[in-house]
């Protein structure tokens, strides 16, 4: 008999199962914030509901808890002061392992029917999640609700069906049978369990504190192991709330809601004690290299799936759709003014310039016009505002600062501030364009993240090639691009993104942007250069987190 979670959801499991199988366009949860999908009263409420956690403590009813923390800072200056509790690390890791056992007994079937009822649960409150994920990332509002809120929640369901996947391979029992010749045979009967490694730490990052957490949290969840949730210090709330809503569910199912615990510390040290604990045995990081690397170097008795930085390139060729082109560009360089892991860094052109069906473009042709492009895109401030957001942190504001200063390169395009009249406080800039030559490595050749580009004048589209495959293997990338109307030129580019490993885009002039990865089709990361170590999602990324142990037993042999 099917756990009734599994049976409830059993249409979206099966549903999420074909689409991983076949990689084309499905999604669980609507992506537009439109009151039809998720009903008329949906998006005030919503926003009464994240309104109601301002300047409230956030109770969670956790154990080990010694006092409050807050501090998040808006990057619309939206006062948040909401508290968290601040509970003893040993004490969430000690009721997690506690929880764990009845979490194996419910099985592979119930784990994985729960896990897609949070899911549901979730995208009911995909406004109150959308307006945290906004006010505390500084994403647009738009953004904020499809990435903060569906496409999360389906990137977590594709993790859950790659658990349950991998997890039905294994039967729950067998009669093993050797034959003997003259002599009876050996009858033994075998019994499998799947039981989880241990304790799972996600360590949220700032700026898609849902999106880049979700698919860790529910691998972790559906292959039997406790999770606690560390979050970014700016990025709290999305992650308090989707806590509270998992620990809800996990009770109303007769599940230990300490299964799911909320870690909340901006105290580096605290942070190392709990992910280097023995009882921590798989941790789940998106952010900078340096931290990124520390646990891969420090956190021996966990498997670390760690996406870090990197540097996105494109290789421009030739094209015979010019203007859409430079549309495509400047959508992506601009969407939330850079703050993605996936935005383009790095665009190569060749020194000779381009071919296009208006006719040759010089190299500097394509740096006026790219710049004209971007301009043109941002002026409309309804239009910037909705796409660039706001920066995320001082430290990114710094860096365009630098790079408008002329230090790294010829600036092509200045970054301008702009004022929100919505949010007055918001620090809003638009994207700086900079012009180098290929040899100025120490420029373009390490992540400057937020809205900083380079157009890298190179030799020719042979050199471009061979300098992004060298990028990618030494710096890592998650994302490539190359535009061209040359099949020779496509099919170089491909190899070497397949040497280097790197998921290519290719002359993309319409709706569908570089730095955008769709759930259940597009891998997010491949796990095979130093940008990432594993991929959002594949079998890869979920069938290291459990552990079958048998036992067996003599059958008496029947007559």
Same mark, same amino acid.
């Given at each position: ?119 549901d649960r979730l995208n009911k ?201 430079l549309r495509n560009l400047a959508?992506t360089l601009s969407l939330y ?17 381009? $071919?296009?069906?208006? @006719?040759?473009? *010089?190299?500097?042709?394509?740096? /006026? #016009?790219? +710049?004209? =492009? ?71 050749? $390490?992540?400057?993240? @937020?809205?900083? *580009?380079?157009?890298?004048?190179? /030799? #020719?589209? +042979?050199? =471009? ?95």
């Open positions: 008999m099917s756990h009734p979670m599994f049976e409830k959801h059993r249409a979206t499991i099966d549903s999420a199962l074909n689409a991983i199988a076949t990689r084309g366009y499905w999604a669980a949860f609507n992506e537009m914030p439109s009151p039809r999908a998720y009903g008329e009263t949906a998006p005030e409420d919503g926003k009464k509901a994240f309104e109601a956690h301002l300047g409230q403590q956030f109770e969670l009813g956790q154990p080990g808890q010694s006092g409050w923390t807050g501090g998040e800072k808006s990057p619309y200056g939206v006062e948040l002061n909401v508290q968290y509790p601040v509970c003893d690390h040993a004490a969430l890791i000690a009721a997690g392992e506690k929880a764990m056992d009845g979490w194996q007994k419910v099985g592979a079937e119930g784990r994985t029917g729960i896990c897609v009822e949070i899911l409150q995909s406004f109150e999640l959308a307006h945290a994920v906004m006010l505390t990332t500084g994403q647009g509002w738009m953004m904020a609700f499809q990435a903060g809120a569906p496409h999360a929640q389906d990137r977590g369901l594709e993790a859950v069906a790659y658990a349950w996947r991998e997890q039905s391979f294994v039967p729950a029992e067998t009669i093993w049978e050797k034959p003997q010749g003259k002599n009876p045979s050996l009858i033994l009967k075998k019994h499998f369990e799947i039981v989880g490694r241990g304790v799972g730490v996600v360590v949220g990052c700032g700026t898609f504190p849902t999106w880049n957490t979700y698919p860790g949290v529910f691998a972790a969840l559906a292959t039997g192991n406790a999770v606690i949730v560390k979050p970014h210090s700016q990025a709290i709330l999305p992650a308090a709330i989707t806590v509270r809503t998992i620990r809800a569910v996990l009770a109303e199912n007769g599940i230990d809601p300490n299964l799911v615990t909320l870690c909340v510390t901006d105290q580096r040290e605290t942070t190392q004690k709990l992910v280097t604990d023995p009882a921590v045995k798989s941790i789940d990081f998106t952010g900078g290299n340096v931290f990124g690397q520390w646990l891969i170097d420090h956190c021996r008795q966990a498997q670390v799936y760690a996406e870090l930085a990197g540097v996105n390139n494109i290789v421009i060729d030739s094209t015979d759709a010019y203007k859409p082109m959508f003014s850079g703050q993605m892991c996936t935005t383009s860094q790095a665009l190569f052109v060749p020194a000779g310039g381009i $071919e296009t069906e208006d @006719g040759h473009k *010089s190299y500097d042709d394509v740096c /006026a #016009d790219l +710049a004209k =492009a971007v301009s043109g895109f941002l002026s409309k401030p309804e239009v910037a505002h909705a796409v660039l957001g706001a920066m995320q942190s001082a430290d990114t504001i710094k860096r365009v600062a630098e790079a408008d200063s002329g230090s790294l390169g010829k600036v092509i395009l200045a970054s301008q501030k702009l004022e929100n009249p919505e949010f007055p406080k918001a620090e809003v800039r638009t994207p700086v364009l900079l012009a180098c030559d290929a040899a100025d490595e120490k420029a373009y050749m $390490e992540e400057r993240f @937020g809205p900083i *580009s380079f157009i890298v004048k190179v /030799a #020719d589209t +042979a050199a =471009a090639i061979a300098l992004s495959e060298r990028i990618v293997s030494t710096h890592g990338a998650l994302t490539a691009g190359v535009y061209s109307t040359k099949a020779e030129v496509i099919d170089a580019m491909t190899a070497a993104t397949m040497r280097s490993k790197v998921a290519l885009s290719i002359n993309l002039t319409g709706g569908v942007f570089v730095n955008q990865s769709a759930a259940f089709s597009d891998y997010h990361g491949t796990g095979g250069n130093p940008a990432a170590n594993a991929s959002y999602a594949d079998s890869a990324f979920v069938a290291n987190r459990f552990r079958v142990v048998q036992r067996r037993y003599h059958v008496a042999q029947e007559n």
